[in-house]
């Protein structure tokens, strides 16, 4: 049966996510995507998996280095979350405008204005659509304010996804 | 630097996630799970990513066949979903209760009180923790009621990660 395209952009919109803002280093070569096509996969060990964009700096990064980290974006923090659906600029301690320090296990940079983070090593590779699927296990994990709601990227009213 | 287990816990669920049922068909053995580990992870093809608890029928059966169905459940259907954390019963054209009709494609069940599906065929597999990962493309896809808002697993005060 035909696949109806418009059927499948509605239904595959209907998941729902989060958005966050996803690091990579190599160096003094930095990335940092807004991305919400994340989720955990195993509790022991704990693993998640990320989706990131073929092309973008930070994927090419990921395959160089096995690693990266997630920042988890507030309920109030779009005008972070949109500083980073454009290119990475480094500029002294800020990444996209935004102070950050480097990922104690990866070197990956974790956003200080942001609640929640984990650092992950990556463990298998799906390369087989227009982003590369990364599979890894989380090594380290920190709340800087748990009274944060995370964000619904539904809520926003933008979505990715379809 | 050691990881706090604590913190981990705290951070793995910020993310957020909606609640499905995910479905499996092999022949009369049926398997059908609420599940909350699924995301898109491209856009051509349209892939999707699932994880699974490995020592579920479910999981047993997608291994067998290859393919799956995820549906969607809407923000007032959580006693639909609760149905779906216990092992599969089908009786007639029921499964735990509800009514379903086999996928198009793939033969899985599709809930037909639920709003949005859509059938999976595998591509890769990663068995590496305590679920499944199941990367597939999407085959098929279908809306019963485009005005119901998926639901929100953090809006159920349930949580599943970590």
Do not use: C
């Not at 995507?33 to 990131?52: C, D, K, M, R, Y």
């Not at 990475?88 to 974790?110: I, K, M, S």
């Amino acid at each position: 049966m035909a696949m109806d395209p418009q059927q499948k952009k509605v239904a595959l919109r209907a998941i729902n996510y989060g958005l966050y803002v996803l690091t990579a280093a190599d160096g003094d070569d930095v990335g940092a995507a807004g991305v919400n096509w994340l989720t955990q996969a195993s509790f022991e060990p704990p693993l998640v998996v990320a989706a990131v964009k073929d092309d973008s700096g930070t994927a090419a990064i990921i395959n160089r280095t096995g690693a990266f980290a997630v920042n988890v974006l507030g309920e109030d923090q779009l005008d972070i979350g949109k500083a980073f659906f454009r290119s990475t600029t480094v500029e002294g301690d800020r990444v996209n405008g935004y102070r950050f320090e480097p990922g104690p296990d990866t070197g990956a940079p974790l956003l200080v204005d942001l609640p929640y983070w984990f650092e992950v090593r990556v463990t298998d590779t799906v390369a087989k659509g227009d982003h590369t699927i990364f599979v890894g296990e989380v090594v380290n994990a920190g709340v800087r304010d748990d009274s944060v709601t995370p964000m619904l990227l539904r809520s926003t009213g933008m979505n990715y996804g379809g």
